[in-house]
């Protein structure tokens, strides 16, 4: 079955003109009253926007607004997340915001924060906000749509079968990650993917024209989308579009809908003056007796009201309809039936932290990142929902699923496989690996270590949204050698662990590999990234070394003597290397401490008592060991300990020679230990 043969358009009931506009107008100034009440925020582009959010809600988004996390659900997201005040108009008519926060709008504890933040907001589907990082999101849930609904799907009984819907504005179509995001969705024709363009020429500096000319339309048109124009004031006109856009089979679609900023308002429409501070009681007043509409705050007619109630009645209707059709694939498959209700549930397989595998002992070894790929394989077989890929780098990331269920890669019009060709768009790789992961899948994104500048937007929103989103770096540090700094990460680490909540694992063998695939997969409220190598690493004898399943704990003593004097603590490559240097002081009579450190954000999370028996306060001769800069290292290294690290870029020469230069070897640490105060 073809993944984009499955369609179903769906237009709700024609809405009376009059109600129609009374909706619009409740939206556009519940939005601007929102703003005035909190003095603060941007009421043009809800007003602007208000009559194409009046069609959606009346006639084309299907969601259950008695449970928001409806599997099945049309996902709707508001990239142009400024705008923030237009979704929650609509989740107060929908029942799911009461009005009280409409009135509390950016105020501390309240649901209706500045911008939409899913993990704050019920029935809002991704944090927006950073311009077309949710445009970029969309692309990755409406992929996940088609390729669960192939999985899934039985002729007949097509339980996964939606839409998703974004509005984007001029700024989203300004940035970057649009074009990377939208160049994808075209490229694989998600045909279900319908874009709307709040096209109003301004935004904060004035008239688009002073810095945005280029043909928006041709380049989509470019990139395999299909493109409408349209007045986005015309509710017909936009009910229209988007069943047009419904009906597309083979490419996602681009409605410009052509509006006109703060519509209304009778001196500031049209104006970048109404982007992004209250209208001011006066326009307020003014906007509302121009359309004829009653001067209290936040005045919701009762017909509208009344309306609401009637269309959650058809809305739930429509997912009980659901119901039924899962419980009867239920009947003919009930494998798949099982697999969604797993899915819509969060729950993983269970028993799947049996997948793990273990590596023997080995002096060669292998490079994280080799093991990386094999532990990746082994959860796979296990977990249908571990789906992702890599920025043009997989051959080099080994992040390709090959063996299991759905092992193949998906393209274009087919969507079967779990593997994903980003193509060298790491920026949108990012949100979309956030995208699948709001939709349910656990995804991966791999690209080098390096190259996570050029995503780091969306690893911040993962952490933001609490994506269980697992972000794989590889090449991480500058033992790559000869592509030079341009391809040797130094600062990496630290940027990474600057990043509230998401955890960097930095494994030092093959068994913490797996034990850090094993707690990625598992970290269901966060994301983790990998930081793997390039190079070969032993894989360490665990009769003779701790279990590395004291990965758990972020850092844990690795090797030990009675009456240690002397504590060396390093991550990934370098653990090897404060072996070495253990070796070499116990040789000269020293009591060593090795303590594998492969994720400190972890570690600082665990008790007093335990970073207290790894770390004893009193054992102040201490040696950190990484390939990285200094920074973030400071409270371990206290005032005497010393840091092996690099702090300047890297240089292009072979791995030996760079280890030398940069004293990476035993003999270059001994000597800066002697050498110390201690
Ligand atoms: C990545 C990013 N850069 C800058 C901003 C700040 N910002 C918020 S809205 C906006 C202008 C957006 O213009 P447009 O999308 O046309 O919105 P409109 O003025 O039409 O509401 C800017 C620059 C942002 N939110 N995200
Ligand atoms: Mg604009």
Request: with cysteine.
């Amino acid at each position: 079955m073809k993944g984009n043969t499955v369609m179903s358009s769906y237009v709700g009931p024609a809405v009376d003109a009059i109600l129609a506009e009374a909706i619009s107008n409740t939206i556009r100034f519940l939005s601007a009253d929102g703003v005035q009440k909190a003095g603060s925020g941007h009421p043009g582009m809800p007003m602007g926007c208000a009559d194409i959010a009046t069609v959606l809600m009346t006639r084309i988004l299907r969601i259950d607004p008695k449970d928001t996390k409806w599997f099945n659900r049309d996902r709707f997201v508001l990239s142009a997340g400024h705008g923030s005040m237009l979704l929650y108009s609509m989740l107060h008519l929908w029942g799911i915001l009461p009005m009280e926060e409409l009135k509390q709008f950016r105020q501390w504890g309240s649901r209706t924060p500045g911008h939409p933040e899913a993990t704050e907001v019920p029935g809002c589907e991704a944090t927006s906000g950073p311009l077309a990082a949710g445009f970029a999101t969309s692309v990755g849930m409406a992929l996940a749509e088609r390729m669960l609904a192939e999985r899934y799907n039985r002729p007949g009984d097509e339980v996964i079968d939606h839409f998703t819907y974004v509005i984007m504005g001029d700024g989203c179509n300004m940035e970057g990650l649009s074009q990377e995001a939208a160049s994808l969705a075209g490229h694989l024709k998600l045909s279900k993917l319908i874009a709307i363009y709040d096209d109003n020429e301004i935004s904060i500096e004035g008239s688009t024209d002073l810095a945005f000319t280029e043909n928006v339309n041709a380049r989509y048109e470019a990139l395999n989308w299909a493109v409408q124009d349209i007045d986005g004031h015309n509710r017909d006109a936009v009910t229209d579009a988007i069943l047009t856009a419904q009906n597309q089979t083979d490419r996602p679609s681009l409605i410009v809908a052509h509006t006109t900023i703060a519509k209304g308002a009778p001196t500031k429409a049209g104006t970048a003056a109404s982007h992004g501070e209250p209208l001011g009681e006066e326009e307020l007043l003014a906007a509302k007796q121009g359309l004829d509409w009653p001067s209290e705050d936040f005045y919701v007619p009762a017909e509208v009201y009344e309306y609401f109630e009637q269309r959650k009645g058809e809305l739930i209707g429509l997912r009980k309809k659901w119901n039924s059709s899962l419980a009867a694939l239920a009947k003919t498959d009930a494998e798949a039936a099982g697999q969604i209700k797993r899915l819509a549930a969060r729950k993983l397989p269970d028993g799947w932290e049996d997948a793990m595998p273990t590596f023997e002992p080995d002096e060669k070894g292998l490079a994280t990142r080799a093991s990386g790929g094999k532990v990746m394989n082994a959860f796979g077989e296990v977990i249908d929902e571990l789906v992702g890929g890599s920025a043009d780098l997989a051959p080099s990331t080994k992040t390709e699923i090959k063996s299991g269920k759905w092992a193949n890669f998906v393209a274009p019009g087919s969507y079967a496989g779990r593997n994903i060709h980003f193509g060298v768009r790491e920026h949108a790789m990012g949100n979309i690996v956030n995208g699948l992961a709001l939709h349910g899948l656990v995804p991966f994104g791999a690209t080098f270590m390096v190259f996570h500048d050029y995503m780091r937007p969306a690893v911040r929103l993962a952490a933001l949204q609490r994506c269980r989103s697992i972000f794989i770096y590889t090449h991480d540090s500058f033992y790559v050698g000869e592509d030079g700094p341009t391809h040797q990460p130094v600062e990496h680490f630290a940027a990474l662990r600057a990043i509230p909540r998401l955890h960097l694992v930095r494994p030092c063998d093959a068994n913490e590999v797996a034990q850090a695939w094993r707690y990625a997969i598992g970290r269901n409220n966060a994301p983790t990234a990998l930081a793997l190598t390039r190079q070969n690493l032993p894989t360490l004898d665990r009769e003779k070394y701790a279990s590395a399943e004291g990965l758990f704990k972020g850092g844990y003593i690795l090797s030990d003597e009675p009456g240690a004097e002397i504590l060396l603590i390093a991550t990934g490559s370098e653990v090897h290397l404060a072996l070495e240097v253990a070796v070499k002081l116990r040789d000269g009579g020293r009591k060593v401490r090795v303590v594998s450190m492969p994720c400190l954000e972890l570690f600082g999370e665990q008790t007093i008592k335990y970073r207290k028996a790894v770390l004893p306060p009193s054992l102040t001769k201490r040696v950190v060991i990484e390939a990285g800069i200094r920074l973030g290292w400071g409270d371990i290294l206290g005032r005497k300990g010393i840091f092996v690290g690099r702090d300047d870029f890297g240089n292009s020469a072979p791995q030996k020679v760079l280890v030398k230069h940069y004293g990476f070897t035993a003999e270059a640490v001994m000597e800066k230990i002697a050498k110390a105060k201690f």
